[in-house]
Structures are given as C-alpha cells and as structure tokens.
C-alpha cells in the first residue's frame, strides 16, 4: 500500500486490500470449483494463524465503524470537492494502491474491474451492468486520500440499531460504543420498521462512495449492485429483513446477480486492454460525465 503515512500495521493490518477479498472467497467458495477443492470445512476455518490479519481488519471495523463515524465521513466525502479528473486517469490513480511488496501477487485493482466487467459483458448481461464492473470498486481511492483499510473495505452493514450476529465477528461490536448506548442498541434503533434501505445507514467503506459517485448516471438495479456489494449479511445471510421494503426485496434479486462476477472472475490471465479500449470508451461515453469528481 501506498499511502505509507498510514501503512503501520496497527492501522492497516491487511498486506493489501485483497486479503479482505480472498477471505470472502474462502468464506463464499465459488460454488463451480467447490467440488473439486478442498473439503468445505478448512474453508471454514478462521482460527488459523493465516487469518490472523483479518480478524484484526475486522476488530477494528466493527470498533471504529460508529454512527457518528458514518455521518462525519458523509460530510467529508459526499461534497466531492476534493479531485476532479478524466475518467481514464481516475483508474490511474487507483492503481496506486497496487500492492508492490509482494512480486508475485494479485493483479492491479483494474485488473480486477476490468475482469468483472469482462465477465458480466461475456454472458450477455446489459451494458449498464458492464459498467457496473468495471467501476464497483473505485471508491478504494480513499485509501488514497488517507483512510485506513477497515473505513474503506470490509463487509458493510447498517449503524444506528443493533448489529446482526450474522456480520463476520459479531463478537467485535462488544467494543463499538453504539453497542452499549441505547439509541443505537435496539432491534430498529433510529430507524422506523421495514422503512427500507435507502433510509439506513451502512458502515462507511467504498460501496456508499461509488454508489454516491454514479447515483444519477445509472439505472436503479445498477445503484443497488454498487451500494450494497459488500453488504454480505443481506446478499448471502438474509439479515435485516426487519429493515426492508418491498422496493429493497426486488433489487435484491440484482445485487445477487452481481455478486458472483465480483467474487469469482478473478483469472491469472489479463484481459486484452489495447483491444478493449474502444468498447470501453464508448460505454462510458454513453452513461458518465467526462470527468469524475471525488
Ligand atoms: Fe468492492
Ligand atoms: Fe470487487
């Protein structure tokens, strides 16, 4: 990671950004290769020294990830007045997260969005979703602008009532001071029952940034699959049902769709950019403003 002002491990426990996503793909094997992998059960198994440095990722979101955290983080990104840039230098500059301590790792994070979309685009899907992947995870830039790992990645979830035991290491919300103070603390908390998503509001972390990012450029099922792919206790748990609405129960349906392409299309071999870039560039064009404001 680059932003070395923030690197101590006590802040940024993961090597890189994609522990957290190769936890998940322990967590959620893909369903196609299960059959011939290893038994069900080591997947399963978080108490392995391996895992260490997500437990801490984790001990230290579901600490620090406070409603009041959520809403100063709102006030300090949602006004988008700190960098204006083309879209293709945008990508530039998440790049600069690729972690280049270790030589024989992970593909860059546009590697990642590049083969996402790829993967949408080959089975047909609409070219919104297309741009779906290939823009889901360029909110990581606020690790770029001084965040630490556990306000930009991790599983999402709501703040301001009680967290469901279905979030990864339910245990460490003991330490959150929402768990112990009354307004936060209860089944609805601030919220009104099956008032729906829109109303909530989730942890800060990447997925809230893009989806604020794209909110008036993209269709509403694509909204969902960038505002909520992280947000596991719903996708994969059927958390919060109490929450939602019936508008929530429908979109469901896409972010679900989503999910797989995000987790599963990881491929050692990188997709042809010189060949793709005028698709690309003609799909962006047709849905995104020239710039993008961050
Ligand atoms: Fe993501
Ligand atoms: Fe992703």
């Not at 989730?202 to 909204?223: N, R, T, V």
Request: proline share 7%; aromatic share 16%; hydrophobic share 35%.
């Amino acid at each position: 990671m680059q932003n070395n002002q923030f690197s101590t491990k006590e802040i940024n426990p993961l090597g890189s950004l994609d522990e957290w996503e190769d936890d998940l793909l322990e967590r959620y094997p893909d369903p196609e290769k299960i059959a011939t992998a290893k038994a069900t059960e080591s997947y399963r198994n978080y108490e392995e020294p391996a895992r260490d440095t997500v437990r801490e990722f984790y001990r230290l979101n579901h600490t620090y990830q406070t409603h009041d955290f959520v809403m100063e983080k709102r006030r300090q990104y949602l006004s988008f007045d700190k960098k204006e840039m083309p879209i293709w230098d945008a990508f530039d500059f998440l790049n600069e997260l690729v972690d280049d301590s270790d030589p024989d790792t992970d593909l860059d994070q546009f590697q990642h969005l590049l083969q996402t979309s790829e993967a949408i685009r080959r089975d047909g899907h609409p070219d919104w979703m297309v741009l779906v992947g290939l823009m889901h995870d360029m909110g990581k830039v606020l690790c770029l602008f001084g965040e630490p790992q556990w306000a930009v990645v991790g599983d999402t979830f709501p703040v301001g009532c009680a967290y469901s035991d279905k979030i990864i290491y339910p245990e460490f919300f003991k330490e959150n001071p929402d768990f112990n103070n009354p307004l936060y603390n209860t089944k609805y908390g601030i919220y009104e029952p099956n008032c729906g998503l829109r109303n909530v509001h989730m942890s800060w972390g990447h997925d809230e940034y893009i989806y604020q990012m794209m909110k008036d450029h993209l269709p509403e099922s694509a909204l969902y699959m960038l505002r909520y792919h992280s947000f596991y206790a719903w996708h994969r748990e059927g958390a919060y049902e109490h929450l939602l609405d019936d508008h929530d129960r429908d979109m469901l349906q896409w972010v679900q769709l989503f999910n797989p392409y995000d987790l599963y299309s990881k491929c050692p071999e990188p997709p042809d950019w010189k060949v793709l870039k005028p698709y690309y560039t003609a799909l962006i064009e047709k849905y995104l403003p020239r710039t993008l404001k961050f």
